[in-house]
């Protein structure tokens, strides 16, 4: 599976943002999708998952509340609301797909990512 992410952007604190990941393919509610982030020289982290259904999803304590994963299996698309946007919030986003039913918090868990997106939250 292919994955493109867009609608990262520049938002000061307190503002919102949708990413949006498209997958390519016709096997899109077979995969498990994961969001992740990566700041400036720090590792690449989880910040979201959700299930091949969307029923069931997964976050980082230092998102949650404020970020909600969401996915369209009709469009091949997975979302990621942000809301309340921090500056610490500020990364590279990525999404990532894994052919299963686990929730995995861990990059490793993940065999196909998208490109990237960046989000700056200026203070």
């Known amino acids: 599976v292919q994955l493109q992410a867009s609608g990262g952007g520049l938002v000061q604190a307190g503002g919102s943002l949708r990413l949006s990941c498209a997958a390519s393919?016709?096997?899109?509610?077979?995969?498990?999708m994961g969001w992740f982030r990566q700041a400036p020289g720090k590792e690449r982290e989880f910040v979201a998952a959700i299930n091949r259904s969307g029923r069931s999803t997964n976050y980082a304590d230092s998102v949650k509340g404020r970020f909600t994963i969401s996915r369209d299996n009709a469009k091949n698309t997975v979302y990621l609301q942000m809301n309340s946007l921090k500056p610490e919030d500020t990364a590279v986003y990525y999404c990532a797909a894994v052919y299963g039913v686990v929730l995995t918090p861990t990059p490793g868990g993940y065999n196909y990512w998208g490109q990237g997106t960046l989000v700056t939250v200026s203070s």
């Open positions: 393919g016709r096997t899109f509610s077979m995969y498990v």
